[in-house]
């Protein structure tokens, strides 16, 4: 099994890493006790220290996103092995939850982070069902009160079972991501609902989208592909690999029902049509999942077992000799029944996509960093042992000439400095351009919502509900006033975009309904522009990033010629990052600006009775008093707003980018000063030995001999696996 040869791997190249890093630190001992500190082989040691941190912390996450109702919360309890997330009709994901496994006897938490806070609440430390009663008491009290404590998402800690026998998986964790109903009915900040499901895609080792068996039609499956994969179909297509479906509650099928197979066949025809190539689909029960799963380990309480035997236990009935229907105990059935409801398949497809992707870069990444660092280490030797066999008049020669050598390169290094400087410019254009673009699209959108306002309020029959011609703005103003047309008293017949109201009160809800309407649909215009941009900024630094490499390899390949050695420049790449514009509350401290209080004078009928003679018909004056609301001015406070939001953020993603590419950079520029320093100071210190230690010369020669031949075996080591690794590629399914 791929896993398994994995995690062997992985245990070998961790074990090669430690004896490394132990050689080198005997070593570095042993050469101070000579005098020689060996700070050159410093940084080498500290790379070695992070690289096999690294190796043992690595993240792998899996993100989950379904429609409400779904069975989503089921389905990672059945892969976590515990009754652990709550399951209600209402939208129980109103903001991203992370399932972080632990080691099992580790003790088990629920945190809550929240904005502007570094550190997270601990809401309580306990078992699954304390976590799941306050985890549900909690997201009920966030959804009451509209989320007064701003919280963003919340972290559960407790092992999951799935992944329990592969210590090389510590690090992972399930994303339970909202879908785009949950962050309607929760009454959430839906933008940053959608920026998690959108960073999902982008940077998790797999996704996993949970369809409704009895439901996978519905509108709500739509909305969810439309908001996720619209305009993203690169992404999809350079990660099929990774995106799953898990066509769930197959158990409801009905006799009469379509079977599984064909249901999954025209399943995969709508999911191709709405972008995704080849996907992958998966039937699956998770409430049997789970309550088998529960069953087998022992951990089932009397409700589940009951509710096991209710749905789950008749599938497995025996016919004895007499013909009489036996069912066997749930302990007995338990194990077969979770290998019948689909997600041990699941879970092996969701590791398998881990170590054979995230796992098997990862390996690779260390290995080339552990190949790098016992090259240093041999570079280090060599020149020791190099200096020793010269003369010590060559060697000072050497020493002077590698020094203006290296002065030269850090010459050239300005010159590329240059060069980043000019690249950078051209990023910042570009996102300069996304934004104006952006800006541009919102303020034309939000125009032709507010254009359309004056004729569809005048022309609207109080009996008549507005319709789908109209804009959204309109409809949202129908639904907030129970009788539009009793409130408005008139509009100004030179300038249409001025509306009255009886009542003050009226008024200032005309302003909120537009603002609590423009407010987030510009913000969700923003988060998909916010998601190009990170997608096409990040290969853009990438390419920006190789340049950086490229170019400074050259210089690095001349030292390193002079010395008859080399080096390897590596870089990390990180993605761009687009500060959040927000959009909230554009015109709420406008108020008294658009909202105009006037007097005038309107005639009134009055009728005067008189004796024997016909009623008299006169007018009288009356002041009346109106509030008028100008939609033109809302339309240019809106748009004054986007601008200013326009500009502040553009010198925001100056300040990012300029920051983000001058780290990159940096990591250059450190690693071949480091280079040069490391051998300056050992060139300088085999001067100092030479002429100190001339009498020790045979000693210390022999036993950097000695190190030499240890090192070539853990070099051997290193070939060896990467040998495996390569092998161990092969077997890619």
Not at 364 to 393: C, F, H, M, P, Y
Not at 422 to 432: D, H, P, S, V
Request: glycine fraction near 4%; proline fraction near 3%.
């Amino acid at each position: 099994m791929f896993s398994q040869n994995f995690q062997q791997l992985h245990n070998k190249v961790n074990q090669t890493g430690a004896k490394i890093l132990q050689f080198l630190q005997e070593f570095r001992r042993g050469k101070l006790t000579e005098g020689d500190k060996t700070q050159g082989l410093e940084t080498v040691e500290n790379n070695l220290v992070k690289t096999l941190q690294n190796l043992q912390e690595e993240k792998y996450q899996v993100a989950v996103v379904a429609p409400m109702k779904a069975g989503k919360s089921t389905f990672l309890n059945a892969v976590i092995g515990a009754d652990i997330l709550a399951s209600e009709n209402a939208a129980c994901t109103i903001c991203r939850t992370d399932i972080k496994h632990i080691s099992h006897g580790a003790t088990s938490r629920l945190l809550e982070y929240r904005e502007l806070r570094e550190q997270p609440v601990i809401l309580v430390a306990g078992n699954a069902a304390e976590i799941q009663n306050k985890f549900l008491e909690r997201t009920r009290e966030i959804r009451g009160k509209n989320n007064p404590d701003q919280t963003i998402r919340f972290e559960v800690e407790y092992p999951i079972e799935a992944i329990s026998h592969i210590p090389s998986l510590a690090g992972f964790s399930l994303l339970d991501t909202p879908g785009p109903n949950e962050w309607e009915s929760a009454n959430f900040n839906t933008v940053k609902l959608k920026q998690t499901a959108l960073e999902a895609l982008r940077t998790c080792s797999a996704i996993l989208f949970i369809l409704d068996y009895t439901s996978y039609k519905d509108n709500a499956v739509s909305e969810l592909f439309k908001e996720v994969v619209e305009n993203r179909q690169e992404i999809l297509a350079k990660n099929s690999g990774k995106v799953y479906f898990i066509l769930n509650k197959v158990d409801l099928k009905g006799e009469r029902d379509r079977e599984i197979p064909e249901v999954i066949k025209e399943l995969k025809r709508e999911l191709i049509n709405f972008g995704f190539p080849n996907p992958t689909i998966y039937p699956a029960s998770s409430r049997q999942g789970l309550l088998a799963k529960l069953i087998d380990t022992g951990k089932a309480s009397k409700e589940q077992i009951n509710d096991f035997k209710k749905f789950f236990s008749a599938q497995y009935s025996e016919e004895n000799e007499d013909g009489d229907q036996i069912i066997p105990a749930p302990h007995k059935i338990a194990s077969q029944a979770f290998l019948d409801s689909g997600i041990p398949e699941i879970e092996k497809m969701v590791i398998q996509t881990i170590t054979q992707n995230s796992g098997v870069n990862l390996l690779e990444d260390v290995l080339a960093r552990l190949e790098k660092a016992v090259k240093g280490i041999e570079d280090s030797l060599n020149t020791q042992i190099q200096g020793w066999e010269i003369e010590l008049k060559t060697l000072k020669q050497n020493v002077q000439e590698y020094a203006e050598k290296a002065d030269n390169a850090n010459q050239q290094v300005l010159e590329v400095k240059k060069l980043v400087k000019q690249q950078e410019k051209k990023l910042i254009e570009r996102f300069r351009q996304e934004l104006q673009l952006f800006a541009t699209d919102a303020k034309e959108q939000i125009k032709t919502e507010i254009e359309q306002l004056p004729n569809s309020i005048s022309n609207q029959s109080k009996f008549e509900k507005p319709t789908n011609s109209r804009g959204g703005l309109f409809r949202a103003i129908f639904q907030a006033f129970d009788n539009l047309l009793n409130q408005v008293a008139r509009q100004d017949s030179e300038n249409i975009y001025k509306i009255r109201f009886k009542e003050e009160k009226d008024a200032k809800k005309l302003i909120k309904t537009v603002n609590e309407y423009c407010s987030p649909h510009i913000q969700k215009l923003w988060i998909d522009v916010q998601d190009k941009m990170i997608r096409e900024g990040t290969t853009i630094r990438e390419n920006l990033a190789t340049e950086i490499q490229t170019k400074i390899q050259v210089i690095s390949n001349e030292l390193s010629t002079y010395l008859g050695e080399s080096l390897q420049i590596e870089l990390n790449i990180n993605p761009i990052i687009i500060p959040h514009l927000n959009f909230e509350g554009m015109i709420d401290d406008k108020v008294d600006k658009i909202l105009e209080r006037i007097k005038y004078i309107e005639q009134t009928q009055e009728v005067r009775k008189r004796k024997c003679e016909d009623d008299e018909i006169y007018f009288v004056d009356v002041e009346v008093k109106s509030f008028q609301v100008d939609l033109q001015e809302i339309l240019q406070l809106i748009c004054r707003r986007i601008d200013e939001q326009i500009v502040d953020s553009a010198a925001l993603i100056n300040l990012v980018i300029q920051q983000q590419v001058k780290e990159d950079f940096s990591s250059a520029e450190m690693q071949i000063k480091d280079y040069t320093n490391k051998f300056q100071s050992e060139l300088e210190t085999l001067v100092w030995q030479r002429e100190s230690k001339g009498g020790e010369a045979e000693k210390i020669y022999s036993n950097l001999q000695v190190y030499q031949t240890r090192l070539s075996e853990y070099m051997e080591e290193l070939d060896m696996l990467e040998k495996s690794l390569d092998e161990l590629k092969k077997t890619k399914a």
